[in-house]
């Protein structure tokens, strides 16, 4: 089979952040497959055709990019971020786990991106110099109580947090939740960091104390993440920086 199929993250916005090894995968692609935001970031050039689908179709994205490949077309999914991130490589591989068994010998890479956990970590500081962990807010796929659970453990176990779609439209009552949760679960006031369409030109960032967090200061192009007890906050002229140490004391 000459075909193949890459799983590309195509970083949080700015080109600059468009890996090399991702670039050269575009380059040879005959085909490009995904939600149609991020296929409308990929150059238009002869010799290749833009499959873009819209969202919460992404088991029937991955078939067809499945087939695409095993036809022997270089077939390109490409997500945002990272593509192993709450995207499109999980997606293809369960498609592909309960797919024909053809599916299984063909050659199937993940390319890395700069997934937006890290962008917006990076904008501040080192905010997530520590432990930490990653929670997706949404529920399409999940239920609600397993997250205010995660989010109680977490805030328990004092890790860092970064929030993924922390709030939509159809559900915009989960991140007041999970504000409420956090106001009463961590027993002491923290940094929160709203990073808004993190690496564009629409980029905010806010950094605000835990307690005089409100539920509109994030939607789904915002990135949150919570410090720790041990977060500091370093003042200067200019934006501050909000760093956590890389140490706890015994
Ligand atoms: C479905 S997840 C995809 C995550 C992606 N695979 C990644 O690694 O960044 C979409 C969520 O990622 C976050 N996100 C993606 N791009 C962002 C950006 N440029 N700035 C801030 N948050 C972003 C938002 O929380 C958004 O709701």
Redesign the pocket.
């Known amino acids: 089979m000459s075909g193949w199929l890459a799983i590309a993250?195509l970083?949080?916005?700015d080109e600059a952040l468009v890996t090399p090894e991702v670039r050269a995968a575009l380059a040879e692609a005959t085909d490009v497959v995904g939600y149609i935001p991020y296929v409308a970031r990929v150059a238009e050039r002869p010799g290749l055709t833009l499959h873009a689908s819209d969202n919460r179709v992404e088991i029937d994205r991955s078939r067809h990019a499945l087939d695409l490949a095993a036809s022997g077309r270089k077939v390109v999914v490409v997500?945002?971020?990272?593509?192993?991130?709450?995207?499109?490589a999980a997606a293809v591989f369960e498609a592909l786990e309960a797919g024909p068994s053809v599916w299984r010998a063909l050659d199937i890479r993940v390319l890395p991106?700069?997934?937006?956990?890290l962008?917006?970590a990076a904008k501040v500081g080192a905010p997530l110099g520590h432990d930490f962990c990653a929670i997706?807010?949404?529920d399409n796929l999940k239920p609600w109580a397993l997250i205010e659970k995660r989010l109680r453990l977490a805030a328990e176990a004092d890790f860092a947090m970064a929030?993924?779609?922390?709030r939509?439209k159809s559900r915009p009552e989960g991140f007041a939740r999970t504000l409420t949760i956090l106001q009463d679960a961590c027993g002491d006031d923290r940094p929160v960091i709203f990073?808004?369409?993190?690496?564009?030109p629409e980029?905010s960032i806010r950094i605000v104390p835990l307690s005089q967090c409100t539920p509109e200061m994030?939607?789904?192009?915002?990135?949150?993440l919570v410090g720790s007890s041990t977060t500091r906050i370093i003042a200067r002229d200019g934006a501050p920086i909000v760093y956590t140490p890389r140490s706890v004391p015994a």
């Open positions: 993250g970083g949080p916005g997500s945002s971020g990272d593509p192993g991130v709450f995207a499109m991106g700069v997934t937006a956990m962008a917006a997706n807010l949404s929030f993924y779609n922390p939509s990073a808004r369409a993190v690496s564009t980029e994030a939607d789904m192009r915002t990135m949150v």
